[in-house]
């Protein structure tokens, strides 16, 4: 699928990785952009194919507005995520889990049945930003890693769901990247635009499964030949 030409939806699109998307969608050609941000007022509109979505992923009402909107799409980004740096037992919040099932699982789950019908007439296709997290435990964000794993499992089902109607599903999984979602990690972190780049890749290029950035190719292949051995290194914080 080529980008130039395209009518994209972009979910989280006020900052990091989202705004990226739409910088680098309206920088290759798209027709029209809808971005979406809980709060409008801080999007960058100032190109006339912006159109503005009020969007928060996990209400259902403003999904289905947002899907009847945007019918015309035929390019989904779900970039909507959250993080909230909690392990699994002596977490701080106990409400931090749930949150980011409801945020990375439920929500992204929401968007792809709402917009699935506009999808199929198209054949378009959906990005989905997971994370090596989907992959592997990092016991400090346990909770966060439960909830990618989900996302990433339900990807790889829709995939199969949609591929009879010629849509192709895309799971972008990156290491650290350079956003406010990851301030308080060491370098290194890979740039936003890398991230975009290589989603944009991924289309044109028929992979659904893209790993971006030394470490999360590093994990992925790890995981390839001794997942355990993966998982013991990243429990001992190596
Ligand atoms: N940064 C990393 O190291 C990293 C690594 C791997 C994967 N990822 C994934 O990449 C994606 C983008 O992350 P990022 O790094 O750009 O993070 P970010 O800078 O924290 O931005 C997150 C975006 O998601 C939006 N969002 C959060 N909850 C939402 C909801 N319920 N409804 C709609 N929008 C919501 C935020 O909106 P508000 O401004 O309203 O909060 C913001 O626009 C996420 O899915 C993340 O898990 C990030």
């Known amino acids: 699928m080529q980008v130039d030409g395209c009518v994209a939806f972009v979910s989280g699109a006020n900052r990091g990785v989202g705004a990226c998307f739409v910088k680098m969608l309206l920088e290759q050609g798209a027709r029209k952009v809808y971005a979406s941000a809980r709060d409008i007022s801080v999007l960058d509109d100032r190109d006339p194919r912006v159109v ?47 949150a980011e099932m409801e945020v990375n699982y439920f929500g992204t789950l929401n968007m792809i049945r709402a917009f699935a019908p506009s999808l ?3 054949g378009g296709a959906i990005v989905n930003m997971s994370s090596i997290l989907a992959r592997v435990a990092l016991p400090a964000m346990a909770s966060l890693c439960a909830s990618k794993a989900a996302a990433l499992r ?50 044109r290029d028929g992979n659904d499964e893209v790993y971006v950035g030394a470490m999360a190719q590093q994990i992925a292949a790890g995981l390839a030949t001794d997942r355990l051995a993966v998982q013991l290194s990243l429990a001992r914080g190596a």
């Not at 392990?87 to 409400?95: E, K, Q, S």
């Not at 769901?161 to 999984?173: C, D, K, N, T």
């Not at 956003?179 to 635009?193: G, Q, Y």
């Open 52 to 98: 503005p979505v009020a969007l928060d992923i996990t209400n259902a009402e403003q999904v289905a507005r947002a899907a009847a909107l945007a019918s015309d799409v035929n390019l989904l980004v779900n970039n909507a995520g959250i993080n909230r740096l909690e392990p699994a037992l002596v977490a701080t919040d106990l409400n931090a889990a749930r």
């Open 154 to 203: 339900m990807t790889e089902a829709v995939r199969a769901e949609l591929a009879p109607h010629g849509v192709r599903v895309l799971s972008i999984l990156p290491g650290a990247v350079d956003t406010d979602m990851s301030r308080d990690f060491p370098p290194p972190k890979i740039p936003v635009a890398e991230v975009v780049d290589a989603a944009f890749a991924a289309l």
């Open 120 to 122: 199929r007439l198209s």
